[in-house]
């Protein structure tokens, strides 16, 4: 019979501790990063909205975070009864002609989508260095 040698578990056992904190942190996580989301797209919609009435700008609301069975989301919304109308556009009150929407909201979507890896690859790096050390 051939001798195995000796091996030392304790980083494994470690690491195994590791992997079940992060297992109990990452909900936590994962709240936090759509909560900055959020307010990352809310920092770039409110400087969008035209200041007219400044009811408009100052209707910009952020939601509960949810767990749904897709994940975690939140909701940015503007409540104001005509938020829609400035946004996609609208007719004219003689109904001859066309106000084009503002896009404020889709055009600060898009651009967050653009930085979204960026941001979540930072916070998912500083996450795991921080429980597989």
């Known amino acids: 019979m051939s001798k195995w040698g000796e091996f030392e578990f304790s980083e494994l056992k470690q690491f ?5 904190q992060l297992q109990k942190e990452w909900p936590a996580f994962v709240e936090s990063c759509v909560k900055e989301l959020a307010g990352r797209l809310l920092a770039k919609v409110v400087p969008r909205t035209p200041v007219d009435s ?6 910009w609301t952020v939601g509960q975070v949810r767990w749904t069975e897709h994940g975690c989301e939140i909701e940015v919304f503007n409540p104001v ?4 109308y400035v946004e996609y556009g609208h007719r004219t009150r003689d109904h001859k002609g066309w106000v084009e929407g503002r896009f404020m909201l889709t055009i600060s979507e898009k651009e967050l989508e653009r930085e979204l890896p960026s941001i979540m690859n930072r916070k998912l790096e500083a996450f795991l260095k921080k429980h597989l050390r």
């Open 16 to 20: 195994a501790k590791n992997l079940e």
């Open 54 to 59: 400044g009811e408009l700008r100052r209707g």
């Open 81 to 84: 009864d005509y938020s829609l």
